[in-house]
C-alpha cells in the first residue's frame, strides 16, 4: 500500500477576508488564532477547498 502523505507547509493569501496579502510558512502543529473578523474561518475553508479539490479518488 503506497502512503501519498501532503504537508502543507506554505500558505500564500490574496484579498482573501480583510486580508490584503499574507505569506505563511508552516511547520508541524499550527494553531491559529485571532479576534473576530480576522480571516480564521476564510483560511480554514480555502484550505478545505484545495485539499478535497487535490484528492485523487
Known amino acids: 500500500m ?3 502523505c501532503r504537508i502543507l507547509n506554505r500558505i ?3 484579498n482573501i477576508a ?3 496579502y499574507t505569506d505563511l510558512e508552516l511547520s ?3 494553531c491559529f488564532v485571532g479576534t ?3 480571516g480564521k ?3 480554514q475553508r480555502a484550505i478545505l477547498f ?3 479539490l487535490t484528492q485523487e479518488d
Open 12 to 14: 500564500v493569501q490574496i
Open 50 to 52: 484545495f485539499t478535497v
Open 36 to 38: 473576530n473578523n480576522f
Open 18 to 20: 480583510n486580508v490584503k
Open 41 to 43: 474561518t476564510s483560511l
Open 2 to 4: 503506497e502512503n501519498n
Open 28 to 30: 508541524g502543529n499550527t
